[in-house]
């Protein structure tokens, strides 16, 4: 099936007479006939449902159509997309290990990695993804366990060179984990270009409309832990799991079904079914959606390059845009978020946002309606201004992600709050 088609057919299969709709499964437990059978589905839990905190009906329909759509072989959907990004490093880091980020990803995974992951033993190092394979090879230890980037980075707008990072990660016997937020499976599939883990904020375009915040780790299967052999916590007995050894019991799903049944067994950050239904309802429309976004942020990409109150535009669809090369090679389409540098800095940046009349003013994107935010008052707000300069921020910054209006009021919108500058 193409990606149209499983966006509405993958992950729920009704059978006669069966609804149409997937149910929302408002239960937080399953019934057996005896104790023997709930013994049996503890024993192994991929056999049968136990409880809502690690696996429901609902939220596993719409883990396998996320899952087909970016071709793994399993996912797992997460209250948020920072517990996503948290959880798929937990489950091959613990204290003592340490992993490398380019620096280029969102202000949230920034805190996470360098300061709260830092406080549980966990470090981070950071790489600028322009750095050459030597210095890039430079920065792995012993200890380094993994690679991650993002697709399309928010707010800077860098693609991430996904190939060459895999082949430097594999080199070092580690997998590559992306951030595919931005692009979705729909522009971007990260593991036709050597990525191991995909993970996802599904409150962006996946949801679009607002109404629910969600993550979601997908697994491709293909990278092979045991080969690698640094990574005990999936080839070795986990004493947590009456000794199990996800490898041996899991094969190529060893990774997503270890965090499933260690790690959201132990922090139960599982979305409920009402928000995984109004999740689904979003990735119905997903493949369109994305094709319009594309073209109405390109006609506005355009139309702002145009004007003189703009220092510059940054979107990768630009033939202009120092990423195009990248764009063209990885995304079949730029998303709809485009980041722009307004001419005098903070006061004329935040004057601009202030006189838009359509766009909201809001700490989101990737919505179905068009919205700003200024990143370096609100979402990089905590960052020192090295490192906003390091995920590629300035003042006169604003993010402006393009929604599903019609272009040309978006873009009379614009002009009239650009109109307002000096
Ligand atoms: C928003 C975002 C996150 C965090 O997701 P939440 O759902 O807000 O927790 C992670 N990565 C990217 C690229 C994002 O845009």
Redesign the pocket.
């Known amino acids: 099936m193409k990606d149209e088609t499983k966006c509405l057919h993958s992950g729920y299969h009704p059978k006669n007479s069966e609804p149409r709709v997937v149910p929302i499964v408002q239960s937080t437990t399953f019934v057996y006939d005896s104790t023997e059978d709930v013994a049996a589905v503890f024993d192994d839990p991929t056999k049968g449902l136990i409880y809502s905190r690690f696996a429901n009906p609902t939220v596993m329909a719409v883990e396998d159509k996320i899952n087909e759509l970016e071709g793994g072989i399993g996912a797992m959907c997460t209250t948020?997309?920072?517990?996503a990004?948290l959880l798929s490093v937990l489950n091959i880091c613990q204290a003592g290990d340490s992993f490398i980020s380019t620096s280029k990803?969102?202000g949230?995974?920034i805190n996470l990695f360098a300061f709260t992951l830092k406080k549980l033993g966990i470090e981070c190092i950071f790489v600028n993804p322009e750095a050459s394979d030597e210095e890039i090879n430079a920065a792995f230890k012993p200890n380094t366990k993994l690679v991650f980037g993002?697709t399309i980075a928010?707010p800077a707008l860098d693609v991430f060179d996904i190939e060459r990072f895999a082949g430097i990660a594999h080199a070092h016997k580690v997998p590559l984990i992306i951030?595919n937020?931005?692009a979705t499976p729909i522009l971007c599939k990260p593991f036709e270009f050597g990525a191991d883990i995909v993970i996802h904020?599904?409150?962006?375009y996946m949801d679009g409309h607002a109404v629910q915040?969600?993550?979601v780790i997908v697994d491709s299967g293909k990278f092979d832990w045991e080969a690698s052999g640094k990574f005990p916590e999936l080839t070795e007995p986990d004493e947590s799991y009456h000794g199990i050894i996800y490898t041996k019991s899991y094969g190529k799903a060893a990774y997503i079904l270890k965090a499933r049944m260690q790690l959201m067994r132990d922090f139960g950050a599982y979305p409920a079914a009402n928000s995984a239904f109004l999740l689904n309802l979003g990735l119905e429309t997903l493949a369109v959606r994305m094709q319009r976004y594309c073209e109405n942020a390109l006609t506005v990409a355009k139309y702002l390059q145009s004007s003189d109150k703009i220092e510059s535009v940054s979107y990768p669809g630009l033939e202009s845009d120092p990423n195009h090369a990248l764009a063209k090679k990885y995304l079949k389409g730029s998303s709809g978020v485009i980041s722009l540098v307004i001419k005098g800095g903070r006061s004329n940046a935040t004057k601009f946002m202030d006189s838009l009349k359509l766009a909201s003013n809001e700490v989101h994107?990737a919505d179905i309606r068009t919205c700003v935010l200024h990143p370096a008052s609100e979402t990089h707000r905590q960052l020192t201004d090295e490192q906003l300069v390091a995920a590629g921020i300035n003042g006169g910054m604003v993010r402006l992600s393009v929604g599903l209006e019609n272009v040309e009021d978006i873009i009379a919108d614009l002009e009239s709050a650009l109109s307002a500058l000096d």
């Open positions: 948020s997309g920072q517990a990004s990803i969102y949230g995974t993002e928010n951030d937020t931005f904020s599904t409150t962006k915040g969600g993550g994107v």
